[in-house]
């Protein structure tokens, strides 16, 4: 190669280098900027439960299934989503007869029906704040805390439909 044509791309290179790293570095502190607004932001502040919403989120709608039962359905047999998490009759019968089976599954959206500590409770022991089970078919859950608290964070930051 001729040593005037690689001089010109030795300095292209370096000018390249000097443009990168000055945009890496002017971005990067925006960018930490960006994500400490957008957690500012979060829902989860303004529900004040310390939990993370969108892991309640993914929880409740594609793990748990809370929406299952604690959701009335729409005239498909759909949980209806203007109605998310309010409150449902429930649509099954033991096969055995048992009269003690609960006919609804209370509202737990927007306002949950207890308090932090209960919730996480029910949630990671199973124990409601009777001091007794649920009722099946109200699943046993066995939460991790951090779970529990993430889907009472997302209940929260959820609109009561009235
Ligand atoms: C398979 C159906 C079903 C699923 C899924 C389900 N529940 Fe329930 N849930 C019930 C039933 C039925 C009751 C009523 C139990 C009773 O009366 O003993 C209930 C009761 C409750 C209660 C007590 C409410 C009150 O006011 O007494 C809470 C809180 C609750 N569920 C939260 C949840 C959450 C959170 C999820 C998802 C993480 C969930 N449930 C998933 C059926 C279900």
Not at 47 to 75: L, W
Not at 121 to 150: C, I, N, S
Request: glycine share 8%; proline share 9%.
């Amino acid at each position: 190669m001729h040593p005037r044509l690689m001089y010109r791309r030795l300095a292209f290179f370096s000018i390249s280098a000097t443009i990168a790293l000055t945009l890496i570095w002017s971005g990067f502190p925006l960018a930490l900027a960006q994500e400490s607004n957008a957690k500012k932001n979060a829902p989860q502040h303004q529900a004040g439960a310390g939990g993370d919403v969108a892991r309640g989120k993914y929880i409740v709608e594609s793990v748990a299934m809370c929406g299952q039962c604690h959701t009335p359905r729409d005239s498909n047999g759909n949980p209806d989503r203007s109605r998310w998490l309010q409150g449902a009759s429930i649509p099954w019968m033991p096969s055995q007869p048992d009269s003690n089976w609960p006919l609804s599954a209370p509202r737990i959206g927007g306002t949950p029906p207890a308090d932090d500590a209960d919730m996480v409770k029910l949630l990671t022991t199973g124990v409601w704040t009777t001091g007794d089970h649920l009722r099946f078919p109200m699943p046993q859950f066995r939460m991790e805390r951090g779970d529990a608290e993430a889907v009472v964070a997302y209940l929260k930051s959820l609109t009561p439909v009235q």
